[in-house]
């Protein structure tokens, strides 16, 4: 039998070691898969992705912005854009490059399946906001056609992603940019946002932590040069005007009374009830449909009946129901109405 | 039913694109409100409410304790350790009576029957020696603790009992990525961990779905629940003064099923961070209302939906490890039996990780049913260590009468505290029973899946045993 | 014409399950198919065991029946084959147990369909039921539990839910055997065309959506002019659903005009509502 000293101490290395490969996100498997992003094909869908994106917004780009946007440098983006004529995929013109018909096509296939996955890990996972757009950078070169159409499907054929971007249908539709910049709204108008700009991350970063997501409402409270301060969710945020330049709105005809979306279920406690005003647009897909099955619906009254001995999650009475609710779900129920008499 | 073209088909589909553009995403939400709106006028006209009804304030009642800081928890593990002990205490007599009949007379009885009609050794030996005896002892070992615990079970499950405890408990599953229904999979599981998996039905998320059916095997069943106390209360039940060692080696017992526990969340949580990041998930309970359950019916209905369906399974995968076992202990190559060429080449890595070969070579060969696990290793034992005046033969299995008995053979066989304890803990951690695993890929339909429920707990079985053994070395000094 | 209500005498207790065989699990060559749909944990299959003879284990508890069960029996001489679909609370969501139910109602055409309802919770119940009529029109509600309604104080009127549904109703206590033959009775009928419905087909309230469907539902109409309710098609191109982009795509909507008629041709003028017999 070997010296148990001796064993131990391969242990622990083995197990080290093992840990080193296998860790996720730093671990040597994953460094490997992220270097692989960095191959010839990877580099050219991105590529065509940045043309896409600038076309879309009305903006030219060059060698120098698609070095720029792949962290790349001026003679490999010049031998990219050299491969990617070579292959019709793109044109050069005086200015600036365009995408050819045939690179416009390859371009909106790449990006429908960066906003389905978005969608999906938006929906029906728990993955965290800022990697959405990290995971399905990544999993966007790896997908053929079947799989693609399978991933719609299963998601209800989706129209946006999260940040509200337009999904390409699969004959490569798509309509054109929505709403208006938030900075340009007047102040003390109301308006719904369409659509929050995950690049540069940076900016995006502080949006997320700010907690603003395409269906949030927001009101201007007040707008300067500086910056704006907006109303959303019966909490203020001050936003520079650069950053709230990446996000759009489509601005309200009516104002919206203003009390109504400070409420949720997660509020009530037992024995009280509320009426549902809606569900908050931040919970999507399956859970906000299974929501909507259990009858969360406009005009139902909920009664909070029950804490469990941890006080988390709480049983509501709903249509003569009893459903469990995790808090993290009941704080997605928007309620007015509150009363305490609510013995049913 | 004319003019049927591809045209049309296009140009409909085309529209509605531009439609679902245009009218944007709220269709969903407003549909499935003014299906509830009509719903709900419908429901008013044709119904009417008269008085308050008695039973609803019953079920409130009932609730209000159930879930209370003060009852809730005592009172589930008052209902828990109630089943459980109906169960052990009322498993016993007919356990003993089932191996009497078939282990003691029923072997017997079909030796001589073969002998009477001359049926050579070569047959009646895999058969009956091999096949019907590890049959019969799956079946007296198994059958009398299903038949309980089942039947009780789905009784607390009729009577809507089983959905208050997940909602209980779902505060701590919720931390580890998990739903609070796993609680009674896992309850399900201490049965059998077959029924545990299909139990996990009742899950609707699938990522939860998923991490319940993968970390199921955690709960211990009842075809290792006599392993555990057999080798507690022979290694660890005597370091205690003869009045506290059942005491202690239930604590022993105990302990492993907490660290099973441990492993549960532990696994669970990993699982949900790591390679079920991306899989689908939402969370919904509902509390249905208490209904008195029929007693007769949930008997017969869980009898033949839960204990005979897992029991005939078991059977089916018992007889063949039977057939094996005799095969391994009686072929010769070069004059040493397949078994012992095994043993000798298991050895080294038994050892170094506190086993030894043959407790590796039982648990290869009873991966069909962890019931054959003690009669094996006692087997192999009396085999290989040439143990005179014990057993009745190669490969045929046995158990013996008292522990002590048992003690002195596995001592004889080189066992020691470390060995005793590194049993335990690899009988909790190891991979399930191929009951389990058929199960498994028939629930998720996926060879990854079953692969990974497999690997998993044996992994982590190795590691573990295998840093106990050398930190146990390195302190105790043997 | 439309017949929801049934002579009293054929169903009365002097003679209740004269007619019944019970095949249990033998389902080769019926003359029928009914299928039970309905929201998880409402006794859904208990009716089957009581229709079928058979003992599926029914526990308080939603999500019980995963796989689907299917059993046999022979009423009146005619041969049923009953297939119970997995409980779903809604048919617009994407989870796999609302697709099986949905397909095999739509594309499986079964003679019968049977929406099993808990009757003390009839309002989240009936949501199901308003979206199963849009599907189809051979439709029994079967309002079960009523004892245990009864001892909550609620009373339901059986008639007048028929009337507003516009198709049979049947209440039943289906663990003591309440009202079974009553069911079996209303299944054969409109397994037999002696009995037709006019089943209430909703209206969203949303102008927006509205003009969609309307638009959309003339065109399929046009291409389409045997099927009975465009409108829900409508809806559900709207919703992206991807079983109805692909029956249009390969052109077998046209499959969809027979929907419950297999073996009679019924004459259908304008929408759908209006059926002549």
Known sequence: MPDPLLALSIGIGVMGAAAYVLWPRSGLIARFQQGFLRAKRVLMEDALKHLYDFEYRNLSSTLESIAGALGINGDEAAALVTRLETLGLIVRRQADLGLTAAGRSYALRIVRIHRLWERYLADETNVSEPDWHREAERREHYMTGEETERLSKYLGNPLYDPHGDPIPTSFGTLPGPRGTSLASLEEGRSATVVHVEDEPSSIYAQLVAQNIYPGLLVRTIEKSSKRIVLEAGGNDIVLAP??????????????????????????????????????????????????????????????????????????????????????????????????????? | MNGRSDTPNKSILAVANALRWEIGEGLHDSVTADLYREAERIAGVVTARSGKGQRLDLDRILDRILTSRAFGFPTMFLLLALVFWLTIEGANVPSALLSTLLVDQGHPFLKSLSAAFGVPWWVSGPLVDGTYLAMAWVVSVMLPPMAIFFPLFTLLEDFGYLPRVAFNLDFLFRKAGAHGKQALTMAMGYGCNAAGIVSTRIIDSPRERLIAILTNNFALCNGRWPTQILIASIFIGVLAPPYLAGAVSALAVVAVVLLGIAFTFLVSWMLSRTILRGTASTFSLELPPYRPPRILHTLYTSLIDRTLIVLWRAVVWAAPAGLVIWLVSNISIGGVSLAAHVVQSLDPLGLLIGLNGIILLAYVIAIPANEIVIPTLLMLTVLFHGIADVGTGAGVLFELDSPAAVADLLHAGGWTLLTGINLMLFSLLHNPCSTTLYTIYRETGSVKWTLLSALIPLVIGFTVCFFVAQVWRIVVGV | MTRTEIEQCEICPANPNAKLLHLGAKIDGSDHIVALAGNPNVGKSTIFNQLTGLRQHTGNWPGKTVTRAEGAYVYDGKRYKVIDLPGTYSLLSTSTDEEIARDFILFGRPDVTVVVVDGTRIARNLNLVLQILDITDRLVVNVNLVDEAKRVGLSIDGRALARELGVPVVLTAARTGEGIPHLLHEIANLASGKVFTKPFRFVTTSKHVQRGVEQLSQLIQKAYPAIPNTRWIALRLLEGDQSIIDAIRHGELGLLATTGRRDEHVAVEGAGDERTQ
């Open chain 1, 242 to 344: 650069v950053v709230a330049a990446n996000v759009s709105v489509v601005p309200h005809e009516q104002r919206i009374r203003e009390d109504r979306l400070h409420r949720t279920l997660g509020d009530l406690r037992p024995g009280e009830s509320a009426r549902v005003v809606g569900i908050a647009p931040a919970c999507k897909g399956l859970q906000r449909r299974r929501l909507m099955d259990l009858g969360i619906v406009p005009g139902t009254t909920i009664v909070a009946e029950l804490e469990s001995v941890g006080g988390d999650p709480v049983a509501f009475r709903i249509q003569e129901a009893s459903v469990a609710l995790r808090r993290q779900q009941a704080n997605f129920v928007f309620v007015e109405e509150i009363s305490s008499g609510g013995n049913v």
